[in-house]
């Protein structure tokens, strides 16, 4: 065998050895993306079931000024107070969502009196609507970004932080130190998801909730 038979051995074997190493990569990136894909869609229909059993809750203030975030939090405590003392105990989304639109000009009168009691002459308004909400955690529960139906609250222009929570099932919790969701809440939110899609919004929840959501 010559030299140029050796080298050009040599380079063939070389060549293979690259070859089996990029099928390897090139296979790991198909299967890592068609996983992706799969956990993607999976996530989609989590969202788009959860949206169906649940009401969000959102108040969005007039500004950032410190005043007005305070006051945000005042609307806040006295719709929920409103809620707990009049509102019967629903067993669905769907009553609760037609109980508050029922209702909704009640809480618009609980609102505006909160407002006039500080001062304020902000108008605000009220309604069950379609929001946008990014990922979410209540205490140990994550909410996937998406679309929910919500009791919307704009006080003013409504251009300051806004503040939310899930109104049905009760996970609206006050406790901003220890962030506990209610158990009770929890207990519902399990009855209407399946145990996959229960264990996909309790698991690997990493304890973080974003100070704005408490900012005043």
Known sequence: MNIAEKIYGKIEKHAVKICFVLAVVLAALVTSAASQRAD????????????????????????????????????????????????????????????VREHIDGI?????????????????????????????SYGDVTFPAGNYEALRIEIGEAKGHNWWCVLYPGLCFMDTVNAVVPDEGKEQLKNVLTEEEYSRITADTDFKISWFFWKK
């Not at 407002?115 to 909400?133: K, L, N, R």
């Open 40 to 99: 993607a869609a999976e996530q989609t229909a989590l969202q788009m079931h959860l949206a169906q059993e649940v009401l969000r809750f959102h108040v969005l203030a007039n500004s950032d000024s410190e005043e007005d975030q305070e006051l945000k939090l005042q609307v806040r405590d006295a719709v929920l107070g409103y809620m707990e003392e009049n509102m019967p105990e629903e067993e669905s989304a769907d009553a609760a969502k037609d109980w």
């Open 108 to 136: 618009e009168d609980v609102s505006r009196s909160v407002i006039a009691q500080e001062g304020a002459d902000y108008p605000v308004s009220a309604a069950v609507t379609t929001c946008w909400f990014p990922d979410k």
